[in-house]
């Protein structure tokens, strides 16, 4: 990377979940970045309210997992349930999953946030924060983007100019609105209240995440971590919020749970809708929209800040390899092949559970979602991990090949005898892994010069029944890495940064073309 006349290589414009998410990862890579925020202060309302181990993977590749997980909660299932008391679904959440973690998470939003503005902070050599700035103008040529900026507490103006820019400002996102993209969708006429509360003592089922089906009063009843617990109820015609501008008048809404003030104690409420949106494109030249800036969904599958934190996660591993002249700028351009179809997914899903919690379906339709005779019951879409349909893979992305599946972390074992989770022992960079091979005597002369081009490691994966060959195998002692990629005839697969399958010997090892 060369100086030039850049203040910095990327701006981040924006500093909730997404745009800290942005910072961690291009911190740890050593990208130089400069993020602007409005409010010093983090927005004191829990709006998100869980995390799934995919994107506490993602945390864990910038080594601020285990700080995340210190404070949340295992969510031990999701039920829907009547208020007559029919339950009639149930998900229950392992407690390790094949990703090393637990399935699913409570999170208590503000503290995480600080959590990961922290690990940023681990970056200041690399990574500036300026709070207090309000970004007023954005413009773009063939080498950059210039950024107005007005100090919100003395007006005054300043220009920052970077490589590129990451619009992490949003649903009502001003710069997505300045480079006039539009944002398609509709937003759900229905307002909700949200109301927050502090535990002081335990009631049934507490622990059970609850889904109230009911075409009147549908609810979410969740407990968050840290001793706080939520719920989420629509107004009904003739309601506004002055209707529930009090916690007096909450107390009406929390009483048909059974919920008492010797239960809880009312922290806080808000009103909001329910989105279902896409910004028609999500790269305008060198500016990215990002997160709720480039899609919202509704809140149902809890996966609205995970997608933008998992976006931001998809291009800054992307930016840093073009920063640094292993990749082309046309990489760029994957970010949004790659992630909209699990931004798709989530927001169809989450659609979807509402129609069932609100009971929206016809017979024919819960008919058709009932367990077949004598069929095993599907994987349960809350825990289907994502996978890559188009981007920057080599080779067929069907489900019968391997490439650009999102690859399991179990615990494995180095020569030396270390027992450690997959992606501690193989680092964060790319990996080529090979079935009781090395990868290097299976690549051409000019397939390995691509890859250690771009800084890869190449590990053999020994079935436990074997022994190591070389300093750098890997045992597989658990027998997941080994099956899983027989399963798919894979001898050798090499693995982006982000644990997807970029190609596979089965499908050609060549480095994939953006």
Known sequence: MTE?????????IGYGPSGVAAANSLGSRGVRAIAFERNKDIYGRAR??????????????????????ADMDETYALRTKTYSGEEFNR???PRRGPLGYATSYSIYQPVMEQTMRDGAARHADHVEVRYGIEVTTIEQDANGVTITLKDIASGELSTVRARYALACDGGSSGVREQLGIELLGDTLETRWVIIDAFVK??????HVLTFWSDKLRPAVDIALSLGTHRWELPLQPGEDESSFDTHEKLWALLESFGVSREDVELHQHAFYYHHVRRAERWREGRIFLIGDAAHLMPPW??????????????????????LYGRMPDAVLSTYEPERWP???????????LGRIVKQELSEEEMAAMAPKPGEAPPEPPLLVHPKLVAG?????TGDDSIVGKYIP???????????????????????????????????SESQRAAWDALGATCRAVRSPENGSEGVDDLIDFEQVIVPWMRRYGAKVIALRPDRFVAASDTGGLDLPTA
């Open 4 to 12: 030039q006349a850049f203040d910095t290589e990327v701006a981040i």
């Open 48 to 69: 998100a309210v869980t995390m799934n181990d995919v994107t506490l993977r993602s945390f864990q590749s910038v080594g601020i997992a285990d700080a995340l997980v």
């Open 91 to 93: 998900v229950v959440f």
């Open 201 to 206: 003592r335990w009631w049934p089922d507490r």
């Open 301 to 322: 599958a809890g996966q609205g800040m995970q997608s933008g934190i998992r976006d931001s996660f998809n291009l800054c591993w992307k930016l840093a390899e073009v």
């Open 342 to 352: 699990d931004v798709e997914r989530y927001t169809r899903l989450s659609f979807e």
């Open 392 to 396: 920057w893979v080599r080779g067929d």
């Open 409 to 443: 972390q179990p615990r494995m074992i180095t020569t030396n005898g270390k027992i450690l989770l997959l992606d501690v022992a193989i680092g964060n960079g790319f990996t080529l892994l090979g079935d009781n091979v090395d990868p290097r005597d299976v690549l």
